[in-house]
């Protein structure tokens, strides 16, 4: 017995969404990783849904950034946010040294397999300057530590580095 041709998907997941607000079907955006909309793939149906004008709201929940520079004990007052930094060395450096040209604190994101390699980076630009790095904020195993960035890159090189880190200079 032949099985039934699967009908074809005429609409992206955005699309589909999108159509739903338009009929005034309500939706809710959710993450198991943080805060839509930020460094997020929900940025996309956000932006649609404003160029549908159509109506959205937000309500708050964990971010990771803003939580682990809360928790870091740095200036809040005024800061920027820098979301993820290249991959590469010298395009990673290049980014740092224009970061340690604000006079703000800077905040950015960096994943597990290149925090060690970043955090030296960040000793070569910023020099013997206190960080913050957070790990898995708002999580289970959230660890913050505090120092030089070779010594938390030292304490870090104990064991793979695991988890998603925010580093606040």
Known sequence: MASKPRPQVIFSTIEYLIRLLKEGRAVALVSDAG?????????????LAIKNNIEITAIPGP?????????????THE?????????RKLAR?????????????VVFY???????????????VFGERNIVVAREVT??????????????????????PRGEFVVII
């Open 35 to 47: 805060t839509p909309g930020i460094l997020d793939p929900g940025y996309h149906i956000i932006n």
């Open 63 to 75: 971010t990771a950034f803003v939580n682990a520079l809360i928790l870091s004990g740095k200036p």
């Open 79 to 87: 800061f920027y946010f820098a979301g993820f930094l290249p991959n």
């Open 93 to 105: 450096r290049n980014k740092l040294a224009a970061l340690s040209k604000l006079k703000v604190t």
């Open 110 to 124: 960096e994943s597990p397999h290149r925090i060690l390699a970043c955090l030296e980076d960040v000793q070569a």
């Open 139 to 160: 999580k289970k195993f959230e660890e913050i530590k505090r120092g030089l960035p070779l010594e938390i890159a030292k304490d870090l090189s104990q064991q793979r």
